[in-house]
Structure formats: structure tokens, C-alpha cells
């Protein structure tokens, strides 16, 4: 009797429509309905589907959760597992020399005349195919821009042994749908930075806020009290926020209150050098003149290198001596490269250096992690604290 009781219990059970709702989800999955590198759809999309209510739905995909099959991404993001399997892709059909490959999406053929500093977004993929020559890893470099469908086909069928993406896709595929693709295929993917569209693939950024953090105590230990940063910030980007973050956070540290930061907004100006210097350090005026209007600055984080001449010659024209009665420090470590330091040559007295061809090292490092199956299931972050330049005391020296 009791046996029957259980039996008819288990029936109820599988029977309910939360089991209902579990095995239609792993069915989904399972035939790619659900594609295994996207979101699943929201809860309200699910309960639709399912014609199920929202506990019903929410108690499924604890079901498959504890299973491992999906797990939560975001507060309101829940992804498939992609399983990896490094056996079952040596096994795979595909090009002996593809499997030992990794391709790289870049657009760099060749150094950047006048790239010579480290700071040059150029320099992560000579990281990147240094890295894998080190390892003795094959490399391909292929434009998605002038990727067909039947391309991505054919690389996909060789199996490479990874896809290391340096910067956003474009052509007719773009950035998501070619990592995607890459992935559902069970290719290791790794990726630099941190816009939402990577948030699913393992990827490599600087840490910029501690990059701003640094260079914010380097102005306090000169004795800056009232600094601001001076860029175009735009919040959108990752790097932005975490930027601005960083200053506040050491400012805040300091028991002193942030300044709202000069966002400078985009302006075309001349072709030529000089102008450009000209124009740029004329509508930095604009801003900074109302800034030192309503109290004292003595001290200016630049957005990056390349506005460092240019906030120089405001400086000046609003009666200040830069590096005297404003402290300037810049960002990513190309200053000496700017053609505008031929009219203005005021370096900054400091700046952070992203290590970009670490970088390039460190997406290598991470992309084989993943291929060799020595990550958790769940997409890595990883980030490369700058490294702060002291160029004042380089200068001295010199």
C-alpha cells in the first residue's frame, strides 16, 4: 500500500506544473531553442511561454540551478552553462593545426608610427601574439569586417583552439553574434574589456579605478587639495565610471569632497597640429574659467595623455603656470609621443601606464586557462592594476 501511495506521488509530482515547466526549459536547451551562449528570457517572457505563474516559473529555474544547468548572472540575468569539454573538443572533427591555433580578431598589421610608448591601444595584441609564440601557439589574425557566413563556417569547422578578441567586431556580424557563434561551437573565447555585450565571455580590463586612485594620491602627497578631473566623461563606458570612482573614493579617503568633474564635449576642430591645440585649449578655457571662478583648483586629472598640452596652454592663458600653480597629471602613458608637445611641451607630472602588453599576456594566459578547462563554468574577470609614472622624478633624472 505504501509503495502505491509513493508511486502515485512521484506521478503527482512529475506531473505538476513546475516539473512541467523544468523539463520543457532543459528541452529547450537541450535542441537550441535556447541558445546556450544568450540570456535566458526574463522570467515574465518564461511565465508566458510555460503558461505557468511567476512562483511556479521562479521555483523551476531553482530546479535547474541546483542542477547546474543555468545560474544567475545578474540581478535579473540568468545564463546556461556552457560546458567546455577540452576532451571532447581535441576529439572533435576538425584541422589537426587549427586545434593548436588561436585566432585573434585586430585590425593592427603593423606598428603605428609614432605608437612608441607602451600606452597605445596597438600594443595589446603585440602582447597578445608575443604571448602565444611564447607558448609555442599558433596564430591566425582575421578581420570580422570582411568575414562572410561561409568564412565563419569553415574556421569554425577546423575547431581552432581559441579566439582572443582585442577590440569591437564590426561587419556584418558584429561583436555578440561572432563571439557567440565561436562559442556555442565550443571554442574557448576570451575578450578585452567590459562593455554589457561581453558581460557572458571571459575577458581582461585595466583596473582603472585603481589607475585614478593612484594618480589622486599622487597629487594629495604633492599637497592638492582642490582637484577636479578634466576629460570627456562619458558614463556609458565602463572605464569612466570606475575611473571617476577611483578619484572620489581616494578624495572622499582624504576627508575632502570631490569636485563634480569637467566633461568637455566633443568638438571638431582643424586637421592641423597647432590648431587643433589652439581650438581644444580655447574650449578648455571655457570650462575651467568658470571652475576657478567659484574657488581654487590645484590639481587636474586628465582624461588622458593626448589633452595634457592643451590644458597646459588654458592654464597659461587664464594667468596659471602649469605644474606650478596647477599640478597636471595625465593618463595611459603616451604623453612624450603627442605631436602637440612641439607647441606646448609641458609634460605631465604623472601618469598611468595601463600595461597593455601585459595585457595582451594576461588575455593569452586567460584564453588557455579556458581551453585547457581550468576555470569554473562561470565567466572570469580579471583585472591589471596600471602602473603609476612618475614622470616628474623621470624628468629630474634625465
Request: contains cysteine.
Given at each position: 500500500m505504501d509503495e502505491i501511495i509513493c508511486t502515485m506521488a512521484v506521478e503527482l509530482i512529475n506531473q505538476s506544473p513546475r516539473a512541467h515547466a523544468v523539463r520543457t526549459i532543459r528541452q529547450w536547451i537541450g535542441d537550441g531553442t535556447i541558445d546556450s551562449a544568450s540570456p535566458l528570457p526574463t522570467e515574465r517572457d518564461l511565465c508566458?511561454?510555460?503558461?505557468?505563474?511567476?512562483?511556479?516559473?521562479r521555483r523551476a529555474l531553482q530546479v535547474l540551478e541546483r542542477e547546474g544547468l543555468v545560474y544567475t548572472a545578474g540581478p535579473r540575468t540568468r545564463m546556461v552553462r556552457v560546458r567546455f569539454d577540452r576532451a571532447a573538443s581535441a576529439a572533435a572533427v576538425g584541422n589537426g593545426l587549427m586545434?593548436?591555433?588561436?585566432?585573434?580578431?585586430?585590425?593592427?598589421?603593423?606598428?603605428?608610427?609614432?605608437?612608441?610608448?607602451?600606452?597605445?591601444?596597438?600594443?595589446?595584441?603585440?602582447?597578445?601574439?608575443?604571448?602565444?609564440?611564447?607558448?609555442?601557439?599558433?596564430?591566425?589574425?582575421?578581420?570580422?569586417?570582411?568575414?562572410?557566413?561561409?568564412?565563419?563556417?569553415?574556421?569554425?569547422?577546423?575547431?581552432?583552439q581559441g579566439l582572443a578578441v582585442v577590440g569591437p567586431i564590426g561587419g556584418p556580424l558584429g561583436t555578440t553574434e561572432f563571439m557567440r557563434r565561436v562559442q556555442q561551437a565550443g571554442v574557448a573565447v576570451a575578450a578585452y574589456g567590459d562593455s554589457p555585450e561581453l558581460a557572458f565571455y571571459d575577458r581582461v580590463i585595466s583596473d582603472h579605478h585603481a589607475g585614478t586612485a593612484g594618480l589622486t594620491r599622487f597629487l594629495l602627497e604633492r599637497g592638492c587639495r582642490n582637484m577636479v578631473c578634466l576629460g570627456r566623461w562619458d558614463r556609458n563606458y565602463y572605464w569612466v565610471r570606475d575611473r571617476l570612482a577611483g578619484h572620489d573614493a581616494e578624495v572622499r579617503a582624504a576627508g575632502l569632497t570631490p569636485h563634480q568633474p569637467?566633461?568637455?564635449?566633443?568638438?571638431?576642430?582643424?586637421?592641423?597640429?597647432?590648431?587643433?591645440?589652439?581650438?581644444l585649449s580655447r574650449l578648455i578655457v571655457?570650462?575651467?574659467?568658470?571652475?576657478?571662478?567659484?574657488?581654487?583648483?590645484?590639481?587636474?586629472?586628465?582624461?588622458?595623455?593626448?589633452?595634457?598640452?592643451a590644458?597646459?596652454?588654458?592654464?597659461?592663458?587664464?594667468?596659471?603656470?602649469?605644474?606650478?600653480d596647477i599640478a597636471i597629471v595625465g593618463y595611459d602613458n603616451y604623453w612624450s609621443d603627442c605631436l602637440e608637445r612641439t607647441f606646448e611641451p609641458t609634460p605631465p607630472l604623472?601618469?598611468?601606464?595601463?600595461?597593455?602588453?601585459?595585457?595582451?599576456?594576461?588575455?593569452?594566459?586567460?584564453?588557455?586557462?579556458?581551453?585547457?578547462?581550468?576555470?569554473?563554468?562561470?565567466?572570469?574577470?580579471?583585472?591589471?592594476?596600471?602602473?603609476?609614472v612618475d614622470v616628474s622624478a623621470d624628468l629630474s633624472v634625465d
Open positions: 508566458a511561454r510555460l503558461e505557468v505563474g511567476r512562483e511556479t516559473c586545434r593548436r591555433t588561436v585566432v585573434v580578431t585586430s585590425n593592427i598589421r603593423r606598428p603605428v608610427a609614432g605608437h612608441q610608448r607602451g600606452g597605445w591601444s596597438d600594443h595589446i595584441p603585440y602582447g597578445v601574439f608575443e604571448a602565444l609564440q611564447s607558448r609555442s601557439v599558433h596564430a591566425m589574425q582575421v578581420l570580422p569586417e570582411q568575414l562572410s557566413e561561409t568564412d565563419l563556417n569553415e574556421l569554425l569547422a577546423a575547431r581552432p569637467i566633461d568637455l564635449v566633443d568638438y571638431t576642430g582643424p586637421e592641423d597640429v597647432e590648431g587643433r591645440l589652439e581650438a571655457g570650462y575651467l574659467a568658470p571652475a576657478l571662478a567659484q574657488g581654487p583648483i590645484d590639481g587636474i586629472l586628465a582624461a588622458s595623455d593626448g589633452i595634457v598640452p590644458i597646459a596652454r588654458a592654464c597659461r592663458i587664464l594667468g596659471k603656470t602649469p605644474n606650478v604623472a601618469t598611468a601606464d595601463k600595461r597593455n602588453f601585459e595585457i595582451g599576456h594576461e588575455l593569452v594566459s586567460l584564453l588557455m586557462d579556458r581551453a585547457e578547462g581550468r576555470l569554473p563554468v562561470e565567466p572570469q574577470l580579471r583585472k591589471l592594476p596600471p602602473r603609476l
